[in-house]
């Protein structure tokens, strides 16, 4: 099919390192759709469930960013998803990168990231995390409290200390405010601390909440930064770092931009000086990243099995029983811990991936794979009567907080990743602009 060409060339920036052409493992292609056609195909294991990763969304976003807070140094929370190809993706484009822990880092460095483009952005770490990112030259981190202060100084004595700051994060889905952020009150103590240490503290750094759907909280956690940065005044300091961390949504973007760009222009009127970066992570990958999970087990009470005429069933309570082969131990972790409700698509149907535009539905609930009753992907969604054992549900916006804290609980292995340059006219666009920038 004209879809199914290699285009080991389409996600080649030119200028740029090629990202992908040499590896074997990956499956280019164009067109989202495609790459679950290949299930079909048999391309893929035909039980297995699998990403399919669209690099071009995660360019656009870039572009996106570059548009709308052209001040704003991106430093991508690998946390988020650290998928190497999106890494390469980014280190490609020159963003930066927030690091959690001494396994990000390695990862990071392996792909030659300069240390100076990381940031320690964990606010209590491991005094030999410190140790090891020091000898990594990484030097930049951030901390909320007097004992980490005590560990830094201990263990590396020229870091670069960013003070992390509590903000209002009553309106995000992931309140990060219960375990980390220094209310501003304590802070000219902590740097009275930093100071008596003979610490260098460099600026301000703070999160409004993973998932934040109220961008006027980015107004009111720079107010805040603005105060923190008098302090470092008061205490002796000239702060020339503001992180204005993650927390960025890809529906209220160009609205949380435009407010977070206003606040700073009001808090921050002479900034020549003032280096400015965020932590963003589910902002770049979230919609990049879908998920094809194939129907590997039915349930139906005896009055809906096939073949029966009696329907006597609430249509309101799910009846059917679907399983697929990932689950909330698996990529749909993010039910859990990130407060997500995915929602299934169908992409085959009795077999056949052309499913009609409208076919009779009957509530239904979806299930993980493992022997856990926990393991719920949907408690009542509306599927087709007529979904069977072996087609394909898919789930979109799976890209943020999903297969990096999958577990392989019951011997389920963690899905894999078909990485496309995406399709339709968006993708032909965004070619055009890869070929442009090379002339
Ligand atoms: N920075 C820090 C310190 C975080 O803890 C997180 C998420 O937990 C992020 C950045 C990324 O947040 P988001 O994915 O909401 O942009």
Redesign the pocket.
């Known amino acids: 099919g004209k879809g199914d060409a290699r285009v080991d060339d389409d996600v080649t920036i030119p200028g740029l390192p090629p990202l992908l052409r040499g590896h074997p493992d990956i499956h280019l292609r164009n067109g989202v759709m495609n790459a679950y056609e290949l299930a079909a195909a048999g391309e893929v294991d035909a039980e297995k469930a699998f990403f399919v990763a669209d690099l071009s969304y995660v360019y656009r976003q870039h572009l996106r960013w570059k548009a709308n807070l052209p001040e704003i140094e991106p430093f991508y ?1 690998v ?2 998803n650290p998928d190497p190809y999106v890494l390469r993706l980014l280190a490609a484009l020159g963003t930066g990168f ?1 690091c ?1 822990s001494m396994g990000e880092i390695s990862q990071v460095a392996a792909i030659n990231i300069d240390p100076s483009r990381i940031i320690f ?2 606010p209590c770490k491991a005094a030999s995390f410190i140790r090891s990112a020091a000898k990594s030259g990484v030097d930049m981190m951030t901390f909320d409290n007097t004992d980490e202060l005590y560990k830094i100084a201990r263990v590396n004595p020229s870091a670069k200390l960013v003070v992390r700051i509590l903000t209002d994060d009553s309106k995000s889905l ?1 309140r ?1 405010g219960l375990k980390f952020g220094a209310p501003l009150v304590s802070v000219p103590g902590l740097l009275a601390k930093a100071r008596e240490l003979q610490l260098d503290v460099i600026g301000v750094s703070f ?1 409004v909440g ?2 934040c759907y109220d961008s006027s909280a980015f107004a009111d956690a720079v107010k805040r930064a603005r105060s923190a940065f008098d302090m470092g005044k008061e205490a002796g300091y000239e702060f020339n770092l503001l992180d204005v ?4 949504e890809d529906g209220s973007f160009e609205t949380t931009a435009s407010i977070l760009k206003d606040a700073i222009s009001q808090h921050f009127p002479n900034r020549r000086d003032i280096r400015i970066i965020a ?5 770049y990958v979230s919609k990049a990243f879908s998920l094809a999970a194939n129907v590997i087990a039915r349930r139906a009470p005896p009055a809906l099995e096939r073949g029966s005429q009696d329907v006597d069933v609430d249509p309101e309570q799910p009846s059917v029983m679907y399983y697929i082969n990932d689950g909330v131990y698996g990529s749909f972790n993010c039910i859990l811990f990130d407060h997500q409700a995915p929602q299934p698509h169908v992409l085959s149907l009795g077999g056949s991936f052309h499913v009609p535009a409208s076919v009779p539905l009957r509530a239904s609930s979806v299930w993980g794979p493992t022997c856990d009753s926990i393991d719920c992907v949907c408690a009542v969604t509306q599927l087709p009567e007529t979904l069977q054992v072996g087609d394909w549900l898919a789930f979109e916006n799976m890209g ?1 907080y999903t297969m990096c804290a999958a577990s392989q609980f019951n011997g389920f292995e963690v899905s894999t990743v078909m990485y496309t340059a995406g399709g339709g006219a968006d993708a032909a666009e965004v070619r055009a602009v890869l070929r442009e920038r090379g002339q």
Do not use: I, T, V, W
């Open positions: 929370a946390k988020c927030d959690a952005a964990n992931c990060l999160h993973s998932g961390g993650g927390g960025f932590e963003p992570g589910r902002y943020a």
